[in-house]
Structures are given as C-alpha cells and as structure tokens.
C-alpha cells in the first residue's frame, strides 16, 4: 500500500511542478486587478484614474462630474463575469457592480468592461477603458 501512495504523491508534484510558473507579467496582472477591484470595493473613485493609461486619458478625458456621479454610491459587489483575451495580448473584462445609491436608497446594476494593456515601456499593466456609467438608469 505504501508504495502506490509514494508514486501518486509523486504524480501529484510533477503535475504541480510541470504546470509552470506564472511570470512575472502575469503576476503584475493579477496585482494590478486584484489592486483595482480593491480600490472599486472601497469606493475610492478618485483613485480609478490612475490606473488608467496616460495616452487613452488625453484622447478619453475624465471629466470631475464623471467621478462625482460615482460618489453617490457606494458598491455592494464587484464581480467578474467574463474574461476574454483581447487580441492585442490585452485582457478584456466584463464587470458587473452593485451600487446602493446613497441618495435614492436602491440598488443600481452597472455592467461594463475593462480593457487592460501591457505597457512594455512603463512595465505595469494600464486600463484602457473609462469608468462605469452610472448614468443608463438600470435598476
């Protein structure tokens, strides 16, 4: 008996150890989201823009009302509901939040997507999309 658990503990590690590292890129992803969806959480919208990429805001400025309309929630769920690789080696991700409006007392649904890209010379991974449209009126 004690031979054939040695050889499936054995199995076991070399399946773990073949599946690979994750890189450091894809690390810096996961940080870099995990980071974002914090700040979401927290309702920190100020802070949203500065994971945005400094290129896309000077063709998409962020205007203050834009980040004021979101000061009037506060996010009850954050979830990821579909990841997608977009084709310029980006992730693409469609996010739907729960925001309980501080003013009204209901619960808006927003679904957007975040366009996420590698930016090799700033070596971190930027948000190439705006923030979520309160503005659509779902409830």
């Known amino acids: 008996m004690k031979p054939i658990f040695q ?11 073949g599946c690979g590292a994750m890189s450091d890129r894809d690390l810096l992803r996961t940080e870099t ?4 969806e914090a700040t979401v ?3 920190q919208f100020d802070a949203l823009v500065d994971f945005m990429h400094p290129e896309w805001l000077e063709e998409n400025p962020v ?3 834009d980040v004021e309309r979101l000061h009037q929630f506060r996010v009850s769920q954050y979830s990821v509901r579909q990841v997608l690789s977009a084709p310029d080696d980006g992730v ?8 309980y409006n ?7 649904v927003v679904e957007y997507v975040e ?7 700033r070596g971190r991974w930027m948000l190439h999309s705006g923030l979520p ?3 659509d009126g779902r409830f």
Do not use: F, I
Not at 7 to 17: D, K, N, R
Not at 102 to 108: F, L, Y
């Open 7 to 17: 050889s499936v503990l054995l199995l076991g590690l070399a399946l773990v150890a």
């Open 33 to 36: 989201m995990d980071r974002y």
């Open 41 to 43: 959480r927290w309702n």
């Open 63 to 65: 205007a203050s009302l």
């Open 92 to 99: 693409d991700r469609l996010v739907q939040l729960r925001m």
């Open 102 to 108: 501080k003013h009204t007392a209901r619960e808006q």
């Open 115 to 121: 366009a996420w890209r590698w930016d090799e010379e």
């Open 133 to 135: 449209d309160v503005t």
